[in-house]
């Protein structure tokens, strides 16, 4: 499965073209380097996604060929940890 629509199907964005967008900008890291949307997935990738506000660090625990099937995100990833960003005065 591609990376973008990994995220998508995850929830963790809410549209591909928003994951698009942030692979596009650097800001998704796979295994630790910076990933193209149209990276395959494979189960135990490391995902860094880092938004404004924070950063999530998750681990890939499954990936299905097809999007149409409707899974729980919670067989899908596990996060490692999350990191809030601190706010500019």
């Known amino acids: 499965m591609r990376l973008d629509l990994f995220l998508k199907t995850c929830r963790l964005i809410k549209r591909r073209t928003l994951a698009r967008d942030m692979c596009d900008n650097g800001r998704v890291l796979v295994n630790g380097r910076e990933a193209k949307p149209a990276k395959e997935m494979k189960q135990g990738d490391?995902?860094?996604?880092?938004?404004?506000?924070?950063?999530?660090?998750?681990?890939?625990?499954?990936?299905?060929?097809?999007?149409?099937?409707?899974?729980?995100?919670?067989?899908?990833?596990?996060?490692?940890?999350?990191?809030?960003?601190?706010?500019?005065a």
Not at 67 to 87: Q, V
């Open 46 to 88: 490391i995902v860094t996604l880092k938004f404004s506000s924070r950063s999530i660090d998750l681990e890939v625990l499954g990936v299905f060929t097809t999007s149409s099937r409707k899974t729980p995100p919670e067989e899908l990833y596990r996060i490692i940890s999350e990191t809030r960003m601190p706010k500019d």
